[in-house]
Nanobody, 120 residues
Framework: QVLLQESGPGLVKPSQTLSLTCTVS??????????WSWIRQPPGKGLEWMGA???????YYSPSLNSRTTISRDTSKNQFTLQVTRVTREDTAVYYC????????????WGQGTQVTVSS
C-alpha cells in the first residue's frame, strides 16, 4: 500500500517561502511512469494542480505558478518537496501531494493534506 504524508510549517509570513515535503512509503518515487504532484485547495475554491516531478526527475509546472514554484526530490529519502516563493494570503490553502501514472489528473494516491496559512 502506497502512503503519502505531507509535512511542513502551517503558518508562513507574507513574502516568505513556503516549503513542504511529501514522504512516500510502500512504493518508490522512481517507479517507472509515476508522476508525483502537488495540488492545493484554497478556502471555498476547487483543487488547483501546482506541478509535478516524474519518476526520472523531470519537472512540470502550472503556468500560473511557474515563476514562484520549485519541485524537487530526494530519492534516498523517497521524498519530494514543494517550494513557493514570495507567498501572499492568496497562497493560503490545504496542500496535498499525490501520485499517478502519467499526468492525467487521475491520482491513484493522495496524502491527507496539510493546512498552510499565510499571515503576518
Amino acid at each position: 500500500q502506497v502512503l503519502l504524508q505531507e509535512s511542513g510549517p502551517g503558518l508562513v509570513k507574507p513574502s516568505q517561502t513556503l516549503s513542504l515535503t511529501c514522504t512516500v512509503s510502500g512504493g518508490s518515487i522512481t517507479t517507472i511512469y509515476y508522476n508525483w504532484s502537488w495540488i492545493r485547495q484554497p478556502p471555498g475554491k476547487g483543487l488547483e494542480w501546482m506541478g509535478a516531478i516524474s519518476y526520472s526527475g523531470t519537472t512540470y509546472y502550472s503556468p500560473s505558478l511557474n515563476s514562484r514554484t520549485t519541485i524537487s526530490r530526494d530519492t534516498s529519502k523517497n521524498q519530494f518537496t514543494l517550494q513557493v516563493t514570495r507567498v501572499t494570503r492568496e497562497d493560503t490553502a490545504v496542500y496535498y501531494c499525490a501520485g499517478e501514472i502519467g499526468l492525467g489528473a487521475q491520482w491513484d494516491y493522495w496524502g491527507q493534506g496539510t493546512q498552510v496559512t499565510v499571515s503576518s
